[in-house]
Nanobody, 126 residues
Framework: VQLVQSGGGLVQAGGSLRLSCAAS????????VGWFRQTPGKERAFVAA????????YYADSVKGRFTISRDNAKNTVYLQMNSLKPEDTAVYYC????????????????????WGQGTQVTVSS
């Protein structure tokens, strides 16, 4: 599975951005897709995830109510809509995926994901 990310960029605080994560080589059927972010000197942290089975979504407390993860099965793409952005949201964002049956409820754990996108920079200015 190859993941290709797009979106990101520079935005002022309070603004919005949408990140995309497209899969090639297979579909997202029966796969969980997660978004993580990383700042220099820190570990990659969980942001959001969506399961194939049932479409359940999960969010880190820091983004709940501001970010929305969704998928478009026809386009084989998962999105991360980010609203009310804050300077502390500045990071490199990565999407990742692995089978539902492997990720299970460990959607916030980096080690549950075998396939990663290339990362995209999001910068929020104050």
């Amino acid at each position: 599975v190859q993941l290709v990310q797009s979106g990101g960029g520079l935005v002022q605080a309070g603004g919005s951005l949408r990140l995309s994560c497209a899969a090639s080589g297979r579909t997202f059927s029966y796969y969980t897709v997660g978004w993580f972010r990383q700042t220099p000197g820190k570990e990659r942290a969980f942001v959001a995830a969506i399961r194939w089975s049932g479409g359940s979504t999960y969010y880190a407390d820091s983004v709940k109510g501001r970010f929305t993860i969704s998928r478009d099965n026809a386009k084989n793409t998962v999105y991360l809509q980010m609203n009310s952005l804050k300077p502390e949201d500045t990071a490199v964002y990565y999407c990742a995926t692995n089978q539902d049956s492997y990720v299970k409820l460990g959607y916030a754990l980096r080690g549950r994901y075998d396939y990663w996108g290339q990362g995209t920079q999001v910068t929020v200015s104050s």
